[in-house]
Nanobody
């Protein structure tokens, strides 16, 4: 089992940027598809973006396309979420997840989760 720890969250003004990191331990993430989800206040956890094990394919939710980028560094066992042009509606706890199926967007497809990091965007 792989353990995941997110970092990089915080408070930022609308239009600003943040980069979240997800550091893995216990196992290498090189064989996993990785993804980011978020859960806003009173909302369901939703898919944000994902990346295949080789970084050949990335996929993003429509709500963040053109603003967010997912990347990974398998040598560092770390996944990143670069968030630009942040909006108040991006406020949420952001979670990193590892799974076996590239392209999966359902939370049920991921078995390993981090504890989350809070992102708050002020208007």
């Amino acid at each position: 089992q792989v353990q995941l720890v997110e970092s990089g969250g915080g408070l930022v003004q609308a239009g600003g940027s943040l980069r979240l990191s997800c550091a893995a331990s216990g196992r290498t993430i090189s064989n996993y598809a990785m993804a980011w989800f978020r859960q806003g206040p009173g909302k369901e956890r939703e898919f944000v973006g994902g990346i295949s094990w080789s970084s050949a394919t990335t996929y993003l939710a429509d709500s963040v396309k053109g603003r967010f980028t997912v990347s990974r560094d398998n040598a560092k066992n770390t996944v990143y979420l670069q968030m630009n042009s942040l909006k108040p509606e991006d406020t949420a706890v952001y979670y990193c997840a590892a799974g076996s199926r590239s392209g999966a967007t359902r939370k049920e497809d991921y078995v390993n989760w981090g504890q989350g990091t809070q992102v708050t965007v002020s208007s």
